[in-house]
């Protein structure tokens, strides 16, 4: 599995602010986390997804437009390192207390988006990102057990 790092998008957020973007970064580091512990070695993620994400290949398929938020670039990249599955997020700030996370799980070789999550964030932010990105990850995991087969239950 390919984790592609989370992008931030503030643009509409009522007050935007430098920190906005260490956001983004805790929830990249809390998905990987969370996956590296629950899936080990098959998690492919950091610096040698980020420079395939950057390469002139990856980026042919956007025009050149970052990699982390186009489905038809997470798929590249996932062709590049031979990886079936492959996750985006995206954190969203629309106030100092409201946050969106959003998230999908693509099924690389046919571009089928399995899940596709948005969760509203309220209250402190990066408890909430925190929360949103580890519920995230173990939906991620239970999916990609269950063969591709998304399940809102809670099973192990």
Do not use: H
């Not at 512990?37 to 040698?48: A, I, M, N, T, V």
């Not at 590249?76 to 629309?94: C, D, H, I, N, R």
């Not at 932010?125 to 087969?149: D, K, L, N, W, Y």
Request: charged share 20%.
């Amino acid at each position: 599995m390919a984790l592609l790092p989370v992008a931030l998008y503030n643009a509409q957020a009522n007050l935007q602010e430098v920190s906005d973007s260490a956001n983004a970064v805790l929830s990249t580091e809390v998905l990987a986390g969370k996956l590296r512990e629950l899936l080990g070695k098959q998690l492919l993620s950091g610096r040698q997804i980020d420079s395939v994400a950057r390469s002139s290949e990856a980026r042919a398929v956007t025009g050149n437009q970052p990699c982390n938020v186009i489905v038809a670039c997470a798929r590249k990249v996932a062709q590049l390192v031979q990886a079936p599955w492959v996750v985006m997020g995206k954190v969203s700030k629309t106030s100092n207390l409201i946050w969106l996370f959003t998230g999908q799980l693509i099924y690389a070789p046919t571009g089928e988006i399995v899940l596709d999550d948005s969760t509203e964030l309220k209250g402190e932010p990066q408890a909430m990102i925190r929360a949103g990105s580890r519920i995230f990850a173990e939906r991620v995991v239970r999916t990609v057990r269950a063969g591709g087969v998304a399940n809102n239950f809670p099973n192990p």
